[in-house]
């Protein structure tokens, strides 16, 4: 978008110097006046542009099938929730707590909290306040991750470098700085070997890289994919939880494995007509090393299995940043295990629950999903062709208002639930699970259009928190194992670390409750009804997964 000025002039009533005197003033005029409108906006406040108002969501989340899930259930159960309550709220009595395990009456053997409890009081310090800033750039970030203990910080973006932070005491010190060879425009991904020894990277190319973690740069294995395309870029991958395998997805439809051991290579097509984007893979489980799942440009999520992916090849792998030595491969078309159906638009991102069953998945079509892998689409909503319902193009367009609030669900839609209330503009945003040890995975964090962390109640469906402190979107972010720690990248240059400040002149209600300062009636039906807590349930013991 910009202004657009035009000026007539009728050269019948001008000489050549009058004319070019007046285009000299008009040009003069013009340019002071798109000059002094972007003075007007960098003065303003970044949070009070148009393009960085949260959008408005008009629709309740719907509970209704998200309550008998047993991922519902659980999460309840791990953070210390009452198990008769639809509306779960964040009141609780620390003190009484304290009181009840110092005589004794904890729920306890012991007499100390249970790590469910823990969890519920872990709960109240959410992240919700920018910290401080850990890095400044001349780049876009793209990537930013914690590993598996929260040891290490990885981040990495367009200036071709991937810095390594010690995070282990929260004092994020770096303790190395890998220059790629090979990095067209930008890293696009990047993922830790199950053992955190290695990390293999990707970007626009058909080839994956694997170095260790304390590598200077130089001592690179690179895997060519042979990619049909000779513009082709590997959006997302993995390497595979015993290792030994890396899949990547990419944007001629296929999702490429490598065997690391023997070489080999295979391509898996996903689709046979039509060639769309596969913009995120991800495997379901830790436990697992053959189910994995891949988000394509279409919306559709689907879930494959290796041992059935066909056969393989062997060939040769490339070490340093070699191009010459090429992996011989095999282009399989397989079926999918399932196909889910339910978003209007592309998945950009995949974050397993990591217990087989459940997973998310980030849109353009500006929602976030709950899938039960065991409840896949049926196959009589699957026979018409998906595409994108609006024509629009995320990386400038602006976002359809149909997607925010739309009328209805997609045909064949399985998705167990759905949250709104972020904007997936640009690039492909990321959303995940809260650590499953700190929080019981009791909330959703994803980047924003806005610059925004947005923080969903995963009970609830409500915002939780919306963190400012970026200036444009936060592409990828990560919440730290233990410590109640996010640091976000985003495309303004800059690395942030987030955390939970108490602010007590801020009234937060609390979520999911809309009965504070209601009549002792109105309170007292609440709670015949199971939409509000129970003080007496508080005092039972929790279940335990």
Not at 128 to 157: H, P, Q, W, Y
Not at 247 to 275: F, P, W
Not at 283 to 305: A, E, P
Not at 480 to 493: A, C, K, L
Request: hydrophobic share 35%.
């Amino acid at each position: 978008m910009g202004n657009n000025i035009v000026y007539e002039i009728d050269e019948d009533d001008f000489d050549d110097e009058d004319v070019d005197d007046m285009l000299g003033e008009q040009l003069s005029l013009a340019v002071g006046t798109v000059m002094s409108q972007l003075e007007r906006l960098e003065r303003l406040n970044p949070l009070e542009r148009p393009t960085a108002r949260m959008p408005v969501i008009r629709k309740k989340p719907d509970l209704r099938t998200f309550r008998h899930t047993m991922l519902y259930k659980e999460i309840k159960a791990l953070c210390a929730l009452p198990a008769n309550s639809n509306r779960p709220s964040d009141r609780w009595s620390l003190t009484r707590g304290l009181f009840k395990r110092e005589n004794g009456i904890a729920a306890h053997p012991a007499g100390s909290f249970t790590p469910n409890q823990q969890r519920r009081i872990a709960n109240l310090f959410v992240p919700n306040n920018k910290d401080l800033r850990l890095m400044s750039l001349e780049a876009k970030v793209f990537i930013c991750k914690f590993n598996k203990d929260g040891s290490k910080l990885i981040t990495a973006c367009q200036d071709s470098v991937i810095r390594v932070f010690d995070s282990s005491k929260g004092t994020y010190h770096r303790i190395n700085r890998i220059v790629t060879d090979i990095c067209n425009w930008s890293i696009l991904d990047v993922d830790f070997s199950p053992c955190g020894q290695y990390l293999a990277y990707s970007t626009w190319s058909d080839t994956f890289f694997v170095l260790p973690v304390n590598s200077d740069g130089k001592d690179v294995q690179s895997f060519h994919l042979n990619a049909e395309q000779s513009r082709a870029g590997i959006f997302s991958l993995r390497f595979s939880p015993c290792g030994q395998h890396i899949i990547g997805g990419s944007n001629n439809s296929l999702i490429y494995v490598v065997d690391r051991e023997t070489h080999a290579v295979r391509m898996i097509n996903t689709q046979r007509t039509h060639k769309d984007d596969i913009n995120a893979v991800s495997f379901v489980s830790d436990q697992d090393s053959n189910i994995f799942v891949s988000g394509c440009n279409n919306g559709v999520l689907k879930l494959w299995d290796l041992r059935c992916a066909g056969s393989t090849a062997r060939g040769r792998s490339g070490s340093g940043s070699s191009y010459n030595n090429r992996n011989s491969c095999t282009s399989v078309r397989h079926m999918p295990v399932g196909i889910f159906k339910g978003h209007l638009d592309g998945i950009t991102y995949i974050d397993p629950r990591n217990d087989g069953h459940y997973l998310l998945t980030n849109s353009k079509d500006q929602s976030i999903k709950i899938w039960d892998m065991r409840m896949t689409s049926p196959n009589n909503k699957l026979n018409k062709v998906i595409l994108p319902l609006i024509p629009w193009d995320y990386r400038w367009d602006t976002v359809p208002r149909e997607y925010y609030n739309p009328k209805a669900t997609l045909e064949g839609d399985v998705s167990v639930m759905t949250y709104r209330g972020h904007r997936v503009t640009k690039s492909l945003l990321r959303a995940k699970f809260s650590p499953a040890l700190q929080t019981g995975q009791r909330y959703i964090y994803t980047g924003c259009g806005t610059g925004r962390i947005i923080i969903y109640d995963v009970l609830t469906g409500q915002i939780k928190e919306a963190i400012e402190g970026h200036k444009d979107i936060v592409r990828d972010l990560s919440w730290h194992p233990v410590r109640s720690e996010i640091v976000s990248g985003s495309w303004d240059s800059h690395v942030n670390l987030n955390t939970f400040k108490h602010n007590p002149l801020l009234k937060r209600p609390s979520s999911g409750s809309g009965y504070q300062g209601s009549l002792r009636r109105s309170l007292r039906i609440a709670h015949q009804n199971g939409d509000l807590d129970d003080e007496a349930d508080e005092d039972e013991p929790e279940q335990s997964w």
